[in-house]
């Protein structure tokens, strides 16, 4: 039985471009046990895919922002006991960063990674006994997939796989019907669609017997879906989602529009038709990819219009 330590902490979208890379290992290895250390606010997403054996959850973001606290110390203790728990037969640091690779340290097994030309740090590589080159002219999808297949000695084909399923939870807050999902929240204000794009938007899709959902994660995102609703005829802001309650109504909607965010890459992920919008970066190498519809739009500081956008989902919805 081959055993697998991933690295692949952080972000969402990062995390969501390395499921598919587990699909693979299934494939040509099929009892392979795979554990993956990722933050603690993003282990849901791994759970959603069946090769996933065990997450170890990691919370580097939270520690930093505590190191003197007791508690900190106790849950790194606990992180350490963890990661060690395991002899494994390789331990793959996809994330290619120097946090990544001090975690690397800390796990038992043959460590593997990406070569200094290749990582996003370079100084990561020098942790590893084995380094692999991967160019940073693919998307990080593929990336993830070659680094796994040059590691494991096979070669990645066919087709994106992520490998996870829509989780079967009840929504009481969903009203009947079909709907679609606007993703507006995003990190950075740069990033942001207007807001009378979203209306615009909306009002079209109303007309089309569709309702439109507009998730939020932090306070003032929650503000902002109340506002855009209130100038929708029919459209509902949920209460705030947990990543797995956000994979059960991105699974079942018509098609999702969506900033650059990592909800949009778990749309994607999901097979649900999808359209990203990005305003203020560019998607060649990180935007939505899957084998299932899934269209990016627009670029460093070029907006798409709410036209391009209509269009675009009128190709990829099914009616």
């Known amino acids: 039985m081959l055993k697998i330590l991933l690295v692949k902490t952080s972000s969402m979208g990062d995390v969501i471009h390395a499921l598919p890379s587990v699909s693979d290992i299934i494939e040509h290895y099929p009892d392979a046990k795979v554990d993956w250390v990722v933050e603690a606010c993003f ?5 959603l895919h069946p090769g996933v054996r065990n997450v170890v959850p990691v919370a580097v973001r939270r520690w930093r922002r505590s190191l003197l606290s007791p508690a900190s110390w ?3 203790a606990a992180f350490r006991r963890a990661i060690q728990a395991t002899d ?3 331990v793959l640091d996809s994330q290619g ?3 990544s690779a001090a975690m690397v340290l800390l796990s038992k097994g043959p460590r593997c990674g990406y070569d200094r030309a290749s990582a996003r740090e370079p100084l990561a590589a020098m942790v590893y006994d084995r380094t692999i080159g991967v ?3 693919l998307h990080a999808v593929e990336r993830n997939r070659l680094l796994t297949g040059r590691a494991l000695g096979y070669a990645p084909d066919g087709k994106v796989d992520y490998g996870i399923v829509t989780p079967k939870l009840e929504l009481p807050w969903l009203p ?7 993703l507006h929240a995003t990190s950075r204000t740069d990033k942001e669609w207007p807001e009378t794009e979203w209306i615009t938007l909306a009002a079209r899709l109303n007309r089309q017997g569709l309702c439109c959902v507009l998730p939020w994660g932090a306070l003032h995102e929650r503000v902002r879906s109340e506002r855009l609703a209130s100038q929708m005829a029919n459209a509902v802001v949920p209460p705030r989602l947990g990543l797995a309650q956000a994979a059960a ?3 079942g909607a018509q098609g999702v529009v969506g900033v650059d965010t990592g909800l949009a890459h778990l749309a994607a992920a999901l097979g649900v038709p999808v359209v990203a919008l990005y305003c203020a970066s560019d998607p060649g ?3 939505v990819y899957a084998s299932s519809p899934a269209i990016s739009l627009g670029r460093t500081g070029q907006a798409p219009p709410v036209d391009e956008v209509s269009a675009a989902l009128e190709k990829i919805i099914p009616r």
């Open 97 to 99: 960063l120097i946090k």
């Open 285 to 287: 190498l990180t935007g």
């Open 74 to 76: 106790r849950e790194m």
């Open 176 to 182: 009947g019907g079909q709907y679609v999902v606007l």
């Open 249 to 251: 109504l991105l699974g």
């Open 135 to 137: 160019s940073r002219d």
């Open 43 to 47: 282990a849901e997403l791994p759970v």
């Open 88 to 90: 494994y037969d390789l």
